[in-house]
């Protein structure tokens, strides 16, 4: 899946390990962050509470598991966003599954390109192209001021094989008008 929200140049992406904090750490570090950083205690005459520092907590929280970024994805089909070139980029048939008929496989049906532009990470659900070098020019929902971007891929631990190398991990991002 792919989120359009980027700085415009080239960047390298890094496979690497990220260990959140449970929700109940998450509670306790941000009561002491408050009273800490900002000298602010959790009672009722505060104006805030733990439970109140729970719900914001909660509602983050769900805010990030729904796009991990919390950022509207201005790149999603669902929205409006739609790819209109691939260039002379070849979408990768290996290992896709075949059409049959009466369970003669008759030929290989490859994900197509604008499920980049779904939110779904699950294994099988990419767009596969072949050698190292891809490209993908998207039609974003609407015009807007573009001040990040992310990519999402498979985690390592969800692969069976605890292979991602075919994850894209260069890239570049340029912005037309």
Known sequence: SS?????????????????????D?????VISELHS???????PASGITAADIRIIVNEALQTF????TG??????????GNVISIGCTETYYEGAPY???MSVPLFRLPNPPNVALQPDITPGKCW????????MMIKLAHAVIIDGFSMEHL???????NDISSAPNKYSVRGVS
Do not use: C, M, W
């Open 3 to 23: 989120g359009i929200n980027a700085e415009y140049g080239d960047r390298e992406v890094h496979n690497e390990t990220v260990v959140l904090p449970s929700q």
């Open 25 to 29: 750490q998450l509670v306790q570090i």
């Open 37 to 43: 950083k900002h000298s602010i205690d959790l009672h």
């Open 65 to 68: 598991d729904e796009d991990k």
């Open 71 to 80: 950022r509207a994805d201005f790149a999603l089909e669902a929205l409006g």
């Open 99 to 101: 059409a049959s008929f």
């Open 128 to 135: 596969a192209f072949k050698g190292n070098k891809g490209y």
């Open 155 to 161: 985690p390592r631990k969800l692969s069976l094989s």
